[in-house]
């Protein structure tokens, strides 16, 4: 008589697969990770939005810089220090202006830009000290109001 007998390949206790247990851990583990990753991803990102604007403020300060020393006159009357808001002025794209009027223009103009470039964008000038001129642009970042300077010599 022949008997078929069945042998048991692993040893006594060895287990003949995946538990479940060993299954969910694994799961959570993966989980874990991936949403370590997708935290980094937003980190970056909000970081890489914040390079942007601090870049698009660094090139509205250089502009005005810029219109400022193109327009010597208006450095000599001080009329970029006593500006704010929407000065009114003429168009100096269309017509012919002073250098007064062009100064007003040229705030006017990039502030207006600063509103559309930056979230919250506002520019100022001021005089800290003798001859010297600070470019100013501030913009929202969250909760946060994050601003560039920038001191320069007009001449």
Same mark, same amino acid.
């Given at each position: ?27 959570f583990l993966l989980t874990t990770a991936l949403l370590g990753l997708a935290a980094l991803y937003a980190?970056?990102?909000? =970081? ?20 400022? &020393? ?17 000065? =009114? ?14 100064? &007003?223009?040229?705030? &006017? ?22 001859n010297m001129y600070q470019v100013t642009i501030t913009w929202a970042d969250g909760e946060a109001t994050p601003s560039y300077s920038l001191t320069f010599y007009p001449r």
């Open positions: 008589m022949n008997s078929t007998h069945k042998q048991n390949i692993f040893p006594a206790g060895w287990p003949g697969g995946y538990t479940l247990i060993e299954t969910l851990i694994s799961l980190i970056s990102l909000k =970081s890489s939005h914040g390079a942007t604007m601090h870049d698009l403020a660094t090139m509205q300060g250089m502009g005005m810089v810029e219109r400022i &020393r193109a327009n010597p006159s208006a450095v000599d009357a001080g009329t970029y220090l006593g500006l704010s808001g929407e000065p =009114s002025g003429t168009d100096c794209t269309t017509a012919h202006c002073d250098p007064e009027n062009m100064a &007003r223009f040229d705030f &006017r103009e990039w502030n207006r830009q600063n509103a559309s470039m930056l979230p919250s964008g506002t520019g100022d000038i001021s005089n800290p000290a003798g």
